[in-house]
């Protein structure tokens, strides 16, 4: 017998149909009661006693609304076993009555319950009315969906609370927009565009891996976000095709990934003799291909993590090969030198490789050409070429000024001899005659 409606909702009306009887609750078909109830527990993954709770408490409240009135204190008593009901009112014992519905003092507390004091609780029986069943099936009908879904509520919320992160197999159930509805057991998830691969399309009845990256709870009830862009699902996949991963043997230092088109991640080996990159690749590509196929080909590059930061970065930065790393601990910033020829590759398409590379170090990267560096020391060369000639030149001039003034301070000095030379041959000429 189902007591589920084609929602998937507890069936309220089916639940009570065994209570419509002229009779009243007494003669109501307890044992199909009771399995509606075990049939419900099942369905929505809750316990038989929270259902049980959920029934007692719509019941004391149609009973109160129809039979009592809103002060009393109502409490309804269904036996697990044999499905029989006892109805009671509760009264507190005080010492001053205040609300003589709820309340009663000590002595007379004593005519219900021997030895009752102040801030005890006792009850009395109450009978059933004759109609109660009818009457609890439309009353509680509501009431009794309501709480079952709160029930439901936080054993959804229990159970995925501390989840977060994890992966799960969900099949998309609706489209709402540009929001996917994924059906992942339980309960359904949500998948915002921010958890969407770019350039995927999403169908109804599509089946994919996503990761939990957020249950919170909200006025509508538990609400799940899913994600296929989280770098997560990159460490999840690897977990589920390398078994070394499982085992502890290779483990994932850093992820950096632009979900949809390349992934880094850096991978460590903590035992001897395990090449951690061959682990995550597999034999002829196959284990990394695996995750490749989930993603819709997304690239991904598995390299070393390596403790000296200077070959974590050279690593960072394949497929391009490094020729030189200079490095500031202190700033964690690095200039990477590369053939030039290998300078677009290090870069990558729209800077890619670098940007990836800079996420998976936390390292702020700045990529050189090698033949930019012998050109830089180059044009320093000729710069000092030029400054030596130019203070050449200078010295020079300097020189021939310096002679220039030098001849004519001994051109006095030379007329002088010559004009004493030729008085002397004329005194000599004189002297002939």
């Known amino acids: 017998m189902i007591y ?23 003669l109501m078909d307890q044992t ?13 993954s809750l316990t038989k006693d929270k259902i049980l709770e959920t029934v007692e408490q719509a019941l004391a409240a149609a009973y109160r609304k129809d039979y009592g009135n809103k002060e009393q204190v109502i409490r309804v008593d269904m036996d697990e076993v044999t499905g029989a009901m006892d109805i009671f009112q509760v009264f507190e014992v005080v010492e001053e009555i205040e609300n003589p519905e709820a309340q009663k003092t000590e002595d007379e507390a004593h005519d219900i319950k021997k030895g009752a004091k102040v801030g005890d609780l006792v009850e009395i029986s109450l009978p059933q009315p004759q109609g109660f069943g009818r009457i609890a099936a439309q009353t509680a009908k509501q009431v009794i969906i309501q709480r079952i879904r709160e029930a439901e509520r936080d054993v959804i919320m229990t159970e995925f609370a ?4 994890e992966l799960v197999n969900g099949v998309v159930q609706r489209i709402e927009g540009r929001n996917i509805i994924v059906d992942i057991g339980k309960a359904n998830g949500i998948m915002f565009p921010s958890g969407q691969i770019e350039g995927e399309r999403y169908r109804v009845g599509q089946r994919m891996k996503v990761v939990i990256e957020k249950v919170e709870q909200t006025s509508r009830g538990p609400q799940i976000m899913l994600s296929r862009t989280h770098s997560d699902l990159i460490l999840r996949l690897f977990e589920l095709e390398v078994p070394e ?9 850093s992820i950096a990934r632009e ?90 398409k729209n ?62 000095k030379t007329e002088e001899a010559t004009k004493g030379k030729a008085e002397e041959k004329k005194e000599e000429v004189k002297k002939e005659d």
């Open 4 to 26: 589920l409606n084609e929602s998937g909702e507890p069936n309220a009306s089916s639940l009570f149909s065994s209570l419509n009887t002229k009779e009243g609750i007494n």
């Open 32 to 44: 199909k009661f009771m399995q509606a109830i075990s049939q419900i527990a099942e369905e929505k």
């Open 162 to 165: 501390g989840k977060e992160s």
């Open 245 to 253: 991963i499982g085992a502890g043997t290779v483990e994932i230092k």
């Open 259 to 348: 979900a949809g088109s390349r992934t880094k991640i850096a991978v460590f080996s903590t035992k001897e003799g395990v090449d951690p990159v061959g682990s995550c690749v597999g034999q002829r590509g196959t284990r990394v291909q695996a995750v490749i196929a989930e993603l819709t080909n997304e690239k991904i590059d598995c390299v070393l993590w390596d403790e000296d930061p200077v070959n974590y970065l050279v690593n960072a930065l394949s497929p391009a090969k490094v020729t030189k790393v200079g490095t500031n601990e202190k700033e964690r910033k690095a200039q990477i030198f590369v053939p030039e020829d290998q300078l677009s590759l290090a870069i990558g």
């Open 351 to 412: 800077g890619q490789n670098v940007r990836l590379a800079v996420k998976l170090t936390g390292w702020d990267i700045d990529v050189v050409a090698e033949e930019e560096k012998k050109e830089n020391k180059s044009k320093k060369d000729e710069n000092k070429e030029e400054k030596l000639v130019k203070e050449d030149k200078k010295d020079g001039k300097k020189e021939k000024v310096e002679k220039e003034k030098k001849d004519n301070k001994d051109q006095p």
